[in-house]
Every structure is written in C-alpha cells, then in structure tokens.
Nanobody, 119 residues
C-alpha cells in the first residue's frame, strides 16, 4: 500500500510562486512514476506534470511548460512541483499520484491541496 500526502498549497497573487510537495510511504519509491494533476471547480481533473523516478524522464502539460518544474528526491521519498508565474487559471485542487509497476495507471492518489491564485 502507498500513502501520498500533499502539502504547500495556499493563496497567491498572479505572477507569484508556490511549491507543492508530496511525501510517499509504503513501497519502493524509486520505481514509481509520480504525477501531479489538478481539478478546477466544474472541470475535469487534468494532467499537470509527471516524473519517472528511475530514469528521471519528465513530461509537462502544455499549459504549464516553462512555468512549473517537477522534481523528485528518492532519498526522501518526495516529489515536488515548483510553480512560478502563476495565473488565475492555475487555481485548482492539486493532486499527487503514483503509478507503480506494471504501470497500467495511477494506482494511488493523495487527498489534494488547494491552490488559489487571486488578487
């Protein structure tokens, strides 16, 4: 069983920055693919970014490229999402998720953390 706990959400002005963290426990973290997703009110959950912790390959949604950076720390079993140049449309609940072998889908999800971009 894998447990994921997000932290770091909050209220920020447009153009500001936030750093989200996700702490994982329970299994071999370095074999995971970790992802960040978000869901805004009235919208479907959408992909934000993902990192393969074994090979460190990274993907981003087009909407966050150049503004968000995902990183992982295998020693601490954490994955982070640095969010810069935040926009109103980045307001959402952000979820951390883990894809474990055989990587058929994201098996585990955190409880989510609220990010609100407002002036």
């Amino acid at each position: 069983q894998v447990q994921l706990v997000e932290s770091g959400g909050g209220l920020v002005q447009p153009g500001g920055s936030l750093r989200l963290s996700c702490a994982a426990s329970g299994r071999t973290f370095s074999s995971f693919i970790m992802g960040w997703f978000r869901q805004a009110p009235g919208k479907e959950r959408e992909f934000v970014a993902a990192i393969s912790l074994s090979g460190l390959s990274i993907t981003y949604a087009d909407s966050v490229k150049g503004r968000f950076t995902i990183s992982g720390d295998n020693a601490k079993n954490t994955v982070s999402l640095q969010m810069n140049s935040l926009k109103f449309e980045d307001t959402a609940v952000y979820y951390c998720a883990a894809k474990t072998p055989p990587y058929s889908g994201y098996d585990y999800w955190g409880q989510g953390t609220q990010v609100t971009v407002s002036s």
